[in-house]
T-cell receptor
Framework: GAGVSQSPRYKVAKRGQDVALRCDPISGHVSLFWYQQALGQGPEFLTY????????KSGLPSDRFFAERPEGSVSTLKIQRTQQEDSAVYLC???????????????FGAGTRLSVL | DAKTTQPPSMDCAEGRAANLPCNHSTISGNEYVYWYRQIHSQGPQYIIHGLKNNETNEMASLIITEDRKSSTLILPHATLRDTAVYYC????????????FGKGTKLSVIP
C-alpha cells in the first residue's frame, strides 16, 4: 500500500512568509509525528498526534509553529513569519501504535525541504 | 533515554558483510535498541529492534552484548543501495514515542 506522503517536496519561502506543509499518513495509522531535520543532523521531534488530539507539542521551537490534524488523518504543519533558521527538512511519520506501546516503529515520509531566503 | 555513540563513517565493499557498532552503556532494563537508516533524500526507514536477544529479519541481524551496553547491526551482503546513514536509537519499552536520533553512521558501500 501507499506509504506516508508529504507535499510539497520542496518549498522556498521569503523571510516573513507563512508556509503550510502537508502530511498524508498511512491509512489507518492512529499516531502521527512531525520531526525537523537540520542539515547534517538527525531528525528532532516536534509534535505528536493520536487521532485528532495533539498530545505533545513540546518540540515545537516557537509559537510560530502550529500543527493540526482536524479529522484524525491528514496533518498540516504551519510556520508563520518564517525565519532563516527555520530552513530544514520537515519529516512526517505515522504508526499503527498508540502509546504506551511496547514497540516504537514509525514510518516516515520523504520530507519537505524548506528553504527560507 | 540512554545516549548512544556511533562512529561517524564506515566503508564496506559491495557483497561483504557490513558491521555497524553502537555503544549504549547507560541503557536501562526496559529500553529497546532500534536501528533506522536514512538513504539520501528519503525519510528514515525502520530496520530492526531488540531488547536482550539477538534478532534477525529479512533486512539485517542485530547482535546485543550480554551486558546490553553495546550492539552491532549486521547487513550480511551489502549492496550499493545500502549506502545510507544508520541510526542506533535507545527507546523505552512503554512510554516514550519520541525517537531520539543522533548523528548516526554514514555507511558507504564501495563497488
Amino acid at each position: 500500500g501507499a506509504g506516508v506522503s508529504q507535499s510539497p517536496r520542496y518549498k522556498v519561502a521569503k523571510r516573513g512568509q507563512d508556509v503550510a506543509l502537508r502530511c498524508d499518513p498511512i491509512s489507518g495509522h492512529v499516531s502521527l509525528f512531525w520531526y525537523q531535520q537540520a542539515l547534517g543532523q538527525g531528525p528532532e521531534f516536534l509534535t505528536y498526534f493520536q487521532n485528532e488530539a495533539q498530545l505533545d507539542k513540546s518540540g515545537l521551537p516557537s509559537d510560530r509553529f502550529f500543527a493540526e490534524r482536524p479529522e484524525g488523518s491528514v496533518s498540516t504543519l504551519k510556520i508563520q513569519r518564517t525565519q532563516q533558521e527555520d530552513s530544514a527538512v520537515y519529516l512526517c511519520a505515522s504508526s499503527l501504535k498508540t502509546w504506551p506501546a511496547r514497540e516504537n516503529i514509525q514510518y516516515f515520509g520523504a520530507g519537505t525541504r524548506l528553504s527560507v531566503l | 533515554d540512554a545516549k548512544t555513540t556511533q562512529p561517524p563513517s564506515m566503508d564496506c565493499a559491495e557483497g561483504r558483510a557490513a558491521n555497524l557498532p553502537c555503544n549504549h552503556s547507560t541503557i536501562s532494563g526496559n529500553e529497546y535498541v532500534y536501528w533506522y537508516r536514512q538513504i539520501h533524500s528519503q525519510g528514515p526507514q525502520y530496520i530492526i529492534h531488540g531488547l536482550k536477544n539477538n534478532e534477525t529479519n529479512e533486512m539485517a541481524s542485530l547482535i546485543i552484548t550480554e551486558d546490553r551496553k553495546s550492539s552491532t547491526l549486521i547487513l550480511p551482503h551489502a549492496t550499493l543501495r545500502d549506502t545510507a546513514v544508520y541510526y542506533c536509537i535507545v527507546s523505552p519499552g512503554a512510554g516514550s514515542y519520541q525517537l531520539t536520533f543522533g548523528k548516526g553512521t554514514k555507511l558507504s558501500v564501495i563497488p
